[in-house]
């Protein structure tokens, strides 16, 4: 069974720019949360969607926005990129809407922005 | 914001010690969590523990809640070199009807390392 695969690994941005990341759940699952991991923040939560529903949202300014397809795949969008923005995105995704389970978390995508 | 404390911030054992890690959160949970996490990768699920739970095991690892404290402890018994990576502590404060609405708040985090 294929896990959570996100695209891309790596990526170099300038600032200004705008990047899109893509997270596949794996098959079934239909909730798709994304987290931004820094050194001094730690793990922030971005949103989560729920069977194309954004069900809720963290503390991030409105250049972060994301959307979930009918296949449960889901992108992240960040505009106007600024330095800050570098960090490790994490995809999660779980089977259960209470999320019971926990959830299975992508290998990440590292996104430097210079 | 970080709901999530661990403590200690880093550990270092020998092989085959017990390693216990301490979390403190602040508001009430529906669930907690445990994650670990190798080398900046993604995070493995390891073990989840309801409000209603006291106690839980799974394998070499004994997950405790106290809810009265708002406090959890991951212990890892007869630890190997293969355990040593960043483990954290995810609460899960529930939506509508006891569901959950993906928003795990993390702690920062306990770096662990196991020496052979």
């Known amino acids: 069974k294929a896990g959570v695969t996100q695209t891309p690994r790596y990526l170099i941005k300038t600032r200004g720019q705008q990047v899109t990341l893509s997270c596949s759940p794996i098959?079934?699952?239909?909730?798709v949360s994304w987290y931004q991991q820094t050194p001094g923040q730690g793990l922030q939560f971005l949103f989560e969607y729920f069977s194309e529903t954004q069900r809720n949202k963290g503390n991030f300014p409105g250049r972060f926005s994301g959307r979930q397809f009918s296949n449960s795949r889901s992108e992240m969008n960040v505009s106007t990129l600024e330095l800050g923005d570098s960090a490790l995105y994490l995809c999660a995704s779980s089977f259960r809407q209470d999320a019971y389970g926990g959830y299975t978390f992508g290998s990440g995508t590292r996104l430097t922005v210079v | 914001s970080q709901q999530g404390e661990e403590d200690p911030q880093a550990l270092s054992i020998q092989e085959g010690e017990n390693a216990t890690m301490n979390c403190s959160y602040k508001t009430s949970i529906n669930n907690l969590q445990w994650y670990r996490q190798n080398s900046g990768r993604g995070l493995v699920h390891l073990i989840l523990i309801r409000s209603n739970e006291r106690e839980k095991h799974s394998g070499r690892l004994r997950v405790t809640l106290d809810t009265s404290k708002k406090s959890s402890s991951l212990l890892i018994t007869a630890s190997r070199a293969a355990d040593t990576a960043s483990y954290f502590c995810a609460t899960d404060a529930g939506g509508n009807y006891g569901g959950s609405q993906g928003n795990l708040i993390f702690g920062k985090g306990t770096k662990l390392s196991v020496k052979p």
């Open positions: 098959s079934g699952h239909r909730s």
